[in-house]
């Protein structure tokens, strides 16, 4: 049996957090296969950018791994229409803490073991009063990674105001955002649409 495991999200852009969590992941699970799935019309937030583009980008950070656009807005619906055995899927700790508000958490599990990266020093408290709500906690599994406090949000804001970005994502990456011309006239909105996943 292959044993894949999958990320997914808007990568708007993605950075070096996302790869470095892909990397943990892989040494500590020995995945066969990493599965990068590029959300088209995520359902929890808006993005700049068309799903191509960020395809494009995606497939420059992670040059050696599967990467696919995913057309549902909602994780387990991805699940379901997968065509992989039992998966391990990868998250962050700040996102398992709100696993109780996504679409079906439990249908979920019952599709893919989830795989969470904590940080040292993250309040496991938060973790275990979401554990302890679900009908089969074995199938959340934790590692630790150390943090990488980037997020996509800055890139953009860095870029907007014509700033170095080398440093939060590969190099790959921001050469495709200068070649396209990406973020240049982002501007951030009041608030992120927080809706379920």
């Known amino acids: 049996m292959t044993l894949t495991g999958l990320l997914g999200g808007t990568f708007n852009p993605p950075h070096n957090g996302h790869v470095e969590l892909a990397r943990a992941a892989k040494e500590q699970f020995g995945f066969d296969e ?53 998966p391990l899927f990868l998250i962050g700790a700040d996102e398992f803490a709100d696993f109780l508000t996504w679409k079906d958490p439990e249908g979920v599990l019952a599709q893919a073991r989830l795989t969470v990266a904590t940080r040292p020093g993250y309040p496991r408290e938060r973790l275990d009063r979401v554990l302890e709500r679900l009908s089969q906690p074995e199938r959340v599994l934790f590692f630790e990674i150390d943090p990488l406090p980037i997020s996509s949000r800055e890139i953009r804001d860095r870029v907007a105001r014509g700033e170095e970005i080398r440093d939060l994502v590969p190099a790959a990456v921001a050469d495709l955002i200068a070649e396209l011309g990406l973020y240049r006239g982002y501007t951030a909105p009041e608030r992120e649409d927080l809706t379920t996943r």
Do not use: I, Y
Request: charged share 40%; glycine share 4%.
């Open 34 to 86: 990493l599965v990068v799935l590029v959300a088209v019309r995520p359902g929890h937030k808006r993005v700049e950018h068309d799903a191509e583009t960020r395809l494009r980008l995606v497939r420059a950070a992670f040059p050696d791994d599967r990467v696919e656009l995913d057309e549902h807005e909602r994780t387990v619906d991805t699940l379901r229409a997968g065509h992989w055995d039992d």
